[in-house]
């Protein structure tokens, strides 16, 4: 639906103007102090870089975009688990473990975790899936037994699974996020460096298409996510 004169308004993540919906008529009212001359910016809701891309065309530069996102497959922990498998007995256990998850519905065959600037969105299904992954035997049966229900622990309050939390997480936990994000950086094709490297090249930079430009901002601000995630968990 379009709406005339809202729709001339650009977006920031760091808006200055909201929509307001009335039973008679529509507003645009700021939101804090506008100078005279200032560009007014409406908001076109709490997206990523590549949503933005994907649903109007254009990406904000980082780290301008506070809603800045990415996902990572789920089945991605579990290749990385799996990694670390020495038995044939830990991988029957592991994958039995991956199955009680998807029992529970905290996991899917095609789910994603959600990971943006300030930590873990999708945090209650990636705490239990870090939890869980990494119990031992006897740990996963009282678990299973209990059919996913345990007592609160004096540490249940991590499971929020900010970035001022994510270092204080168990150091099995840690390793298994850390090599999780390792296995997502290998979907691209180029590194961080090369990234930085054109970001710096301001005449480069300059010579890229729209499309070179936004694909670049995309993948910059999600390796930036991940590379501090990286960090988190060494």
């Known amino acids: 639906m379009m709406v005339p004169m809202a729709d001339i308004l ?6 200055n103007a909201n929509l307001e919906f009335t039973a008679e008529c529509l507003k645009m ?4 102090k506008i100078n005279g001359g200032e560009e007014i ?18 990406t904000q530069p980082y780290p301008s ?11 991605l922990v579990y290749d990385a688990a799996m990694q670390a498998v020495k038995t044939e007995e830990e991988k029957k256990l592991l994958a039995e473990k991956w199955e009680f998850l998807t029992e529970l519905e905290v996991i899917g065959e095609e789910g994603d975790f959600v990971i943006g600037q300030s930590g873990v969105l999708t945090e209650e299904e990636l705490y239990s899936t870090l939890k869980v992954l990494s119990m ?9 037994a209990n059919d996913g229900w345990e007592e609160e622990e004096e540490d249940d309050d991590i499971s929020s699974l900010t970035n001022s939390v994510i270092p204080k997480l168990k150091p099995a936990w840690k390793q298994l ?3 999780t994000v390792r296995m997502r950086l290998k979907s691209y094709s180029s590194g961080l460096k090369e990234e930085e490297a054109t970001l710096a090249n301001v ?13 670049l901002q995309v993948r910059y601000a999600q390796k930036m996510i991940l590379h501090r995630l990286l960090q988190l968990t060494v």
């Open 29 to 32: 009212v700021s939101i804090k």
């Open 41 to 58: 910016f409406n908001t076109y809701g709490q997206l990523a870089n590549w949503q933005l891309l994907h649903m109007y065309g254009f």
């Open 136 to 144: 031992t035997m006897e740990e996963f049966e009282e678990y299973k």
């Open 177 to 179: 996020l850390h090599n």
């Open 65 to 75: 975009n506070t809603h800045e996102a990415l996902d990572i497959e789920m089945h």
């Open 203 to 215: 005449e480069n930079y300059r010579q890229l298409s729209k499309q070179e430009h936004d694909s």
């Open 10 to 15: 650009n977006h920031v993540a760091n808006h």
